[in-house]
């Protein structure tokens, strides 16, 4: 049998939705010899790969929104604004008087 069939046979295997060793049972195929097949033909497949033609696609990714940093915080019809470097124990003061309210 020559690389040709074997990897014909590898691939019908492959495609019967039937585990290797039950389709080798049902073939009449010993397992063990198509295991040696199987590998044959991966590592052949593994050298298409390795040595094809690598191809790149362009990607283009949407600018990020610019975030100016403020936080805007809405409790009930509390709005508080909290900048960059806010002192954030100020901050949890302030939250707790309008959690109390």
Do not use: F
Not at 12 to 39: D, H, L
Not at 55 to 72: D, S, Y
């Amino acid at each position: 049998m020559d690389a040709k069939e074997r990897q014909v046979l590898v691939a019908e295997c492959r495609a019967s939705g039937m585990t290797a060793k039950a389709w080798c049972e049902q073939k009449g195929i010993k397992y063990r010899q198509y295991v040696s097949w199987a590998s044959k033909v991966n590592r052949k497949n593994q050298m298409v790969i390795e040595h094809g033609k690598q191809q790149w696609a362009a990607v283009t990714l949407p600018k990020e929104e610019q975030v100016a940093g403020r936080i805007k915080l809405n409790c009930g019809k509390w709005t508080i604004h909290a900048d960059p470097g806010l002192n954030l124990a100020l901050l949890a003061d302030v939250l707790k008087v309008v959690d109390s309210l």
